[in-house]
């Protein structure tokens, strides 16, 4: 099925990395361009984040198509102690949590703007 609509122009699915910009002060502007840039994948970025890279970014090493040691990096978290079910959790929550609180403050710049033109009118 899939060569067939392939060989009509359909074009595979690609893996989005999304909102990676560098929230931490402290980190490289361009930490996570550099840590996730993949074959076969889309990044969306802040302009901030996309300007960075093109003014000091280096790539360097991509990540292999194939995923490659993977499974080795993984057991090393393994030996390490670090149960990377819990970490993957962890981390979820803290990216929900920060979505959330930028959510929020832009519904709170948007509700003030909103009322300063309610009685500027």
Request: proline share 3%; aromatic share 6%.
């Amino acid at each position: 099925r899939w060569q067939r609509v392939y060989n009509l122009g359909a074009r595979p699915q690609r893996l989005l990395w999304a909102s990676t910009g560098t929230k931490d002060t402290k980190a490289s502007d361009t930490l996570y361009i550099k840590a996730l840039a993949a074959p076969f994948t889309v990044n969306t970025m802040p302009e901030t984040t996309l300007n960075a890279l093109a003014e000091h970014g280096e790539l360097g090493n991509i990540l292999p198509a194939d995923g490659g040691d993977c499974e080795e990096v993984l057991a090393q978290f393994g030996k390490a102690g670090i149960d990377i079910d819990t970490l993957a959790a962890q981390l979820q929550d803290e990216g929900a949590k920060s979505f959330v609180t930028s959510w929020n403050e832009l519904m709170h710049v948007i509700e003030s703007k909103s009322a300063a033109l309610r009685k500027a009118s």
